[in-house]
Structure formats: C-alpha cells, structure tokens
C-alpha cells in the first residue's frame, strides 16, 4: 500500500500550487490532505469520499483549496490558490478503506494510511 504524494514548493503569497497523492495497493473509500506545523497537531485540510464524491473542507481554506480526484490515475489532487504564509506547513495525503462519515474527516487518528509529506512554503 503506497500513497505518493508530490507537488510542494516555495510559492509566493496570492499564487497557486497543486499536490497530487498516487494512491495504489488497496482501494480505498476516502481520501484527504492534513498539514502540520512544527509544535502544532496535524490539520485537516481537506478530503473527498470515493463512493459519493462529498468534498469537505477546513474553514481555513474553504474557498480557496479545491480537492478533486482521477479515477483513472486513481489519485487525489489538492489545487491551493490565493495561497497565505499561514498555509506554509508540511502536507500530508491520508486514506482510509471505509467511507467516512462527515465528523470523522477531521480527526488524524481516523486515517489508516499515510504518505509521506511534501512541504508547501509560501513567503514572497
């Protein structure tokens, strides 16, 4: 099981980013994107459920971040415009094989599956 997440960088404030998380050995009922700061507990940002294509998001970035997905390529996209300093953080592709309920987007501890962190860091 294997979630590739990629897309980070050095964006400067009011620019875009995309991330992308690969997701393959297992199929899985939902996805999403949490970011963590040094000394903060890990945020969620945003996710979508496979079977219902919900999105929810964290009212931090509602409006601004988008998460869609390709069935094909079987990936998960995090498009970040009007990006802010305060969005600079490690972020982070999580999965899980149920079809979460709304309220358990929001807890990391309701993820099952992790990749590995991309860093987005926005500073002009």
Known sequence: VQLQASGGGLVQPGGSLRLSCAASGLRFGTMGWFRQTPGKEREFVGGIRWADNNKFYANSVKGRFTVSR??????VYLQMNSLKPEDTAIYYCAADVSSMIMSSFYSPGSWNYWGQGTLVTVSS
């Open 70 to 75: 390709d069935n094909v390529k079987y990936t």
